[in-house]
């Protein structure tokens, strides 16, 4: 179930994909849009005789087998399989790669949630990790060891929006025969397509710009290998973080205007960028989109633009970067990203918390704002108004 060929060759483009993909009108009745499929079994015409190949939704659903395949399409890879959450995907995919006595590179910025996964959890079971950052491909390359089945990266990063290489840290896993996981949650497919880079998977956090709406928690992994792939599948109906029809249903939803939306979240964040990187109170403004930013080559090379998340630094240490967080009034203060309203946070006193002390910890002073789609000028004025 779930392999779609077409997907490899398809001359559409990634709007029409995004559209169409996995979305045939209902046969039976013509509707235009994928039905949700309420249901947690299947008639069966006789012993074994399933129709389409579902028998119970833990295994299989059409409402999330039409998301699977979209997912697919967009990122240009053969398979999809949906999560009930990020986590959900990423806890399948270590541990597809990895058993005990195996070692993991991860990032040394990597998203707070995958590195206690791997430190509290996988941990436990003899699975060893080593921190790189994820700029530096030599450093990555130093960290492999012959144990290593896995090189673990994201990119852009969260809350630095550091630039990995993706081609470059490809060929390090394969020349060393471990695979490469790309979350790719900050890019989405519409920026930025890993598979095609040299990856061999890539993760979503559907809960970010792929559903983009911040009304529902989801996560993917896409890749082409059918072995890897089955791998997946067995631990999706196996374990069973799977969403349900309804979650499908409005991330695919969600994804119809991804194309619209990364375009909008990117002129408005280079708006914003610019502005603060104009203000006097500000110290510092990370934006891939930048020519200061020291990834933005890279960036340019493998993102079809930069995204919509921006972090800077403020003037006045921590007390006066929480202060500019209380003051906006289009950004609300909340934690994670990606929705069609803009998000402002505190990442020292909110998402990284529990990083305070360790490798990953971030500055007291740096803001991230998660750019919507409002209008841009409104945006701007807001963040000014609150820097004061
Ligand atoms: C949010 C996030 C996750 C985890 O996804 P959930 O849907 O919250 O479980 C993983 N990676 C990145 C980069 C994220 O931003």
């Known amino acids: 179930m779930g392999e779609y060929p077409s997907n490899m060759s398809t001359?559409?483009?990634?709007?029409?994909?995004?559209?169409?993909?996995?979305?045939?009108?209902?046969?039976?009745?013509?509707?235009?849009?994928?039905?949700?499929y309420a249901t947690s079994t299947y008639a069966q015409d006789g012993v074994g005789g399933l129709r389409e190949g579902f028998e119970y939704s833990r295994t299989g659903n059409p409402t999330r087998r039409a998301l699977e395949t979209c997912l697919a399409s967009l990122e240009r890879g053969r398979y999809g399989r949906a999560f009930s959450s990020g986590m959900g995907a990423t806890d399948a995919a270590l541990r597809t790669f990895l058993k005990p006595g195996d070692h993991v590179v991860i990032p040394n910025d990597a998203y707070g949630g995958t590195f206690r996964l791997i430190d509290k959890v996988f941990s436990q079971w003899g699975v060893t990790h080593s921190p790189a950052p994820v700029t530096d491909v030599d450093a990555i390359r130093?960290?492999?060891?012959?144990?290593?089945?896995?090189?673990?990266?994201?990119?852009?990063?969260?809350?630095?929006?550091?630039?990995?290489?993706?081609?470059?840290?490809?060929?390090?896993?394969?020349?060393?025969?471990?695979?490469?996981?790309?979350?790719?949650?900050?890019?989405?497919?519409a920026l930025q397509t890993p598979l095609e880079l040299g990856a061999d998977v890539v993760l979503h956090s559907t809960t970010k710009y792929v559903g983009g709406h911040s009304d529902v928690v989801g996560g993917a992994l896409i890749t082409s290998d059918e072995e890897v792939d089955a791998a997946f599948g067995f631990l999706q109906n196996g374990a069973g973080a799977v969403p349900g029809p309804f979650d499908a249903y409005l991330t695919l939803r969600g994804i119809k205007t991804l194309e619209l939306r990364m375009e909008k979240h990117s002129d408005n964040a280079e708006l914003v960028a610019e502005a603060l990187t104009r203000h006097p109170r500000v110290k510092k403004v990370i934006y891939p989109g930048l020519e200061s930013h020291p990834g933005h080559a890279v960036a340019a090379k493998q993102m079809r633009r930069f995204g919509g998340m921006v972090s800077f630094v403020v003037d006045g240490g921590e007390e006066a970067a929480l202060e500019v967080c209380a003051r906006t009034k289009l950004f609300t203060l909340a934690e994670s990203l990606g929705g069609v309203e803009s998000l402002i946070e505190h990442p020292g006193r909110m998402t990284h918390a529990s990083t305070a002390g360790s490798m990953l910890e971030v500055p007291a002073d740096l803001i991230r704002v998660s750019v919507g789609i409002e209008s841009g000028d409104d945006l701007v004025a807001d963040l000014l108004a609150a820097l004061g």
């Open 11 to 36: 001359p559409y483009g990634f709007a029409t994909r995004a559209i169409h993909a996995g979305q045939d009108p209902d046969p039976t009745t013509g509707a235009v849009n994928v039905p949700i």
């Open 142 to 189: 130093a960290a492999v060891r012959p144990e290593t089945k896995l090189i673990w990266i994201e990119t852009p990063t969260n809350p630095l929006l550091n630039i990995g290489d993706i081609a470059a840290i490809a060929s390090v896993a394969h020349e060393s025969g471990a695979k490469l996981v790309v979350d790719n949650t900050f890019a989405s497919p």
